[in-house]
């Protein structure tokens, strides 16, 4: 704590942002039926949508660092032409109402969709109201999260290790396994864990282009959104379970990898 | 292993242009300032930058040759000491060195032994599990000496090996640094903007200005016959140019000097050592041939003497003793006597010997 007053005029709207932001999650801490927590997160619909949760997230995780890793490589070191228009693509997504992701992915890749009307029509396959098409979503939001924060890490490694080990005789593999990856692991770290949380909670992308079918496309935030609807405590506990995997997430990057800096 | 180097590279308004030879087993120095494109030639060599034209051959092997041919950095046989040394962060030294090896498809554990005894012919084997941020910078010299060397290759660069050091670690790891490439047999080329350290550890110096070779030679050809300025104000030579006749040189831009070398004629440089110039507040009658007079312009204190810079015609640098300073009681602006003995200057034709070897 720094040793100076804050002027009024800082502290009054200070305070009030901290208590709007603060408020909230104090009242779903108050409202959560802490007797019947137990029963209704192993409730046979919550437990599904806590799999499919975990189930889809990681997916989209592992999707998002298995493709966005290496876009986020492409990115930094300009090696495709238009680098910066490319990038700003990439970002669209994270600013983009999840809605309107959605029903770009309908457009794109619904049954009647640019690509998936062909894919549809040659093989048969269809995403939109199934699990792939969740995860498809999901990750369509996510990524960027992962790509913006790897491409970050790629900039700011000096290109004299990965010079030093090709001088060594490293092949191109052994150069980014061994050299670039560990020595970007805390931005990488970082990307994951943001990719998915945001992949955890997504609801607006899922829910347009994959609808909200229990067991199948239903969520852990579309399983709230439903039980709002019917059984007001169902959604609180349910929230609970998100609120506690938030607090994990901060807890787990904190100082570590989200840290501001200081001074 | 001799590399024989004819390119050029072009990147934005700068060109570098390279026509020499490194000959196997010598040490080669390539002394310039900044952006005369010495890291650029070395990571040319390397394989990390490509040339526009021309080619470089590596023995027998041609390993550049414009637009076609670029062997990589991975199948060249260079080892490369960089700049700040690069080592890498998230692996211990040891690992460091046995990365080499590793990479060429030895064994783990040959790989590590071969580190090993890296270490040990540096005495440094207690540095083996520390990471590269627990060393201190002339160990981590020593460090990227040992992992350019693990692989056992033919040609050994390394890009201002010592400027990364402070000056009390300087003169160790130099010496150091001497006992090892000279011990190495290779090809060795070495950028420094430290004339010290090119005369001390070189064979052989290749002064770049501005993209092109300005000078290439033993470390005493250049010292003794230097062709620019800039390589005569690195050896602490005054450099005069002019035009000789039966051992009189017209000074361009005025000025009139004897020299001794009666049978030059035309246009000539002539060196002048900064010692051999005496200083008189009164003009001398002596039987040195040159005595002109001008102005204190500046005074700069060396460790054990003092330069003093003198406007006149032509302008020198002569250099004096903390006594004779005192006795002189010279400021900047005092009038003086320049005086240098006719046999204390050599005077040269102008390109003469550029290329001794």
Known sequence: MRNQRAPLFLLVPGLIALLFLVIPLIALILQTPWEAFPKIISSPQALEALRLSFVVSLAATALAAIFGIPMAWLLAREVLPFTGLLRALVIVPLLLPPVVSGVALLEGLGRRGLVGGFLYDTFGITFPFSTVGVVIATTFVAMPFL?????????SLHQRYEDAAAT??????????????????????AGLVLCWARALGEFGATITFAGNFPGVTQTMPLAVYTALESDRSVAIALSMVLLVVSVGVLVALRGKYLQTRAS | MKIDANFSVTRGDFRLNIDTIFSAGAVTAVLGPNGSGKSTLLRVLAGLQRIDSGEIVFGDQVVNKAPSIHVVP?????????????LFPHLCVLDNIA?????????????????QSQLASLGITDLGPRKPNQISGGQAQRVALARALATEPNVLLLDEPLSALDVQTREGV????????NGFGGCVVFVTHDPLDAMLLADRVIVLEDGSIAQQGTPSELAARPQTDYVATLMGVNLIRGVADQGVLQVDGGGVLSVPQVELRGAALAVLRPEAITLHLLRPEGSARN???????????????????????????ATIT????ADLKLSVGTPIWVSAKTLTIEAFEVGAKKELE
């Open chain 2, 291 to 317: 005595v002109w007079q001008g102005r204190v312009r500046a005074l700069t204190p060396m460790h054990d003497r003092i330069r003093v810079s003198i406007d006149a015609l032509p302008p020198v640098v």
């Open chain 2, 322 to 325: 903390h006594s004779a300073l």
């Open chain 2, 74 to 86: 991975q199948e060249r046989s260079v080892g490369v000491v960089f700049q700040d040394y690069a």
């Open chain 2, 99 to 115: 990365f080499g090896p590793r990479s060429l498809g030895l064994s783990r554990k040959a790989s590590q032994a071969r580190a």
């Open chain 2, 174 to 181: 130099r010496a150091e640094l001497e006992k090892q490439i």
């Open chain 1, 147 to 155: 790509v913006i924060t790897m491409e970050g890490g790629f900039r």
């Open chain 1, 168 to 189: 060594l005789g490293a092949s191109s593999r052994r150069v980014f396994f061994r050299i670039t990856m560990p020595m970007v692991a805390p931005a990488a770290i």
